[in-house]
């Protein structure tokens, strides 16, 4: 039997007008949080890449990777491990949709200063970085 082992995912804080882009999880982990767009990171695939094909996926923006903004683990959280590179991202193309309505719920701004409730760890650690820059 093989032993459960962590996985990488990878987000984004995009960042426009001193609001964040969150999605309302549908599914584990977190379902039914206020989370960062993103997702898992394919083997061989650089964690920019990743980050900027999971967003298109997502909700269909393109954008521009300014830097590393955080690190989230998130262990044995509904039965998961995840560890989990967020980026400080900007819109460079599109408006945000929901490309993925059996994973997400909604997608929404939400200002700096007032984060919704319940938030992902990586919502979290995204705001609380935001706040501390």
Do not use: Y
Request: aromatic residues 6%; contains cysteine; neutral net charge.
């Amino acid at each position: 039997m093989n032993a459960p082992v962590p996985r990488v995912g990878c987000g984004a804080a995009i960042v426009r007008d001193g609001r964040l882009l969150l999605v309302k999880r549908l599914t584990p982990p977190e379902a039914g949080a206020w989370s960062l767009p993103g997702g898992k990171v394919e083997f061989g695939e650089r964690l920019a890449d990743a980050v900027v094909r999971e967003i298109r996926e997502e909700i269909g923006v393109e954008i521009a990777v300014e830097r590393p903004l955080v690190v989230v683990e998130t262990p044995n959280v509904d039965g998961q491990h995840w560890i989990a590179p967020v980026f400080l991202a900007r819109l460079a193309a599109g408006e945000p949709r929901n490309c993925e309505p059996t994973k997400h719920e909604f997608v929404e701004w939400f200002p700096l200063g007032r984060p919704p409730t319940p938030l992902s760890g990586a919502a979290r650690a995204a705001f609380a970085s935001l706040a501390a820059r």
